[in-house]
Nanobody, 115 residues
Framework: QVQLVESGGGLVQAGGSLILSCVASGNIFRVRFAGWYRQAPGNGREFVATITSVGITNYADSMKGRVTISRDIAKNTLSLQMNNLKAEDTAVYYC?????????WGQGTQVTVSS
């Protein structure tokens, strides 16, 4: 069974930084990381950042200049560096990837930013 496991969330003050990580594990023969999404209480899941198979990145307007998405193919890891965090960034952050051609989501990691 394959899975994505996120980590790195937590409580941080406004202006602070966090690095989120997502590791794909299990019987993997092919993994293509897609990106990070988030969901705040009462809201739908929204796009944060994506990365294509050739490394082209795209960021939500609200996150541009504050986040960087990256991946380590050898380690089956996707990361999200977040800087200058704001209270409105508080949400559960989810990793998304295609593992063995199946769209897969992690369980999420909570990010809470105190103002």
């Amino acid at each position: 069974q394959v899975q994505l496991v996120e980590s790195g969330g937590g409580l941080v003050q406004a202006g602070g930084s966090l690095i989120l990580s997502c590791v794909a594990s299990g019987n993997i023969f092919r993994v293509r990381f897609a990106g990070w999404y988030r969901q705040a209480p009462g809201n739908g899941r929204e796009f944060v950042a994506t990365i294509t198979s050739v490394g082209i990145t795209n960021y939500a307007d609200s996150m541009k200049g504050r986040v960087t998405i990256s991946r380590d193919i050898a380690k089956n890891t996707l990361s999200l560096q977040m800087n200058n965090l704001k209270a409105e960034d508080t949400a559960v952050y989810y990793c998304n990837a295609h593992i063995n051609l199946v769209d897969t989501w992690g369980q999420g990691t909570q990010v809470t930013v105190s103002s």
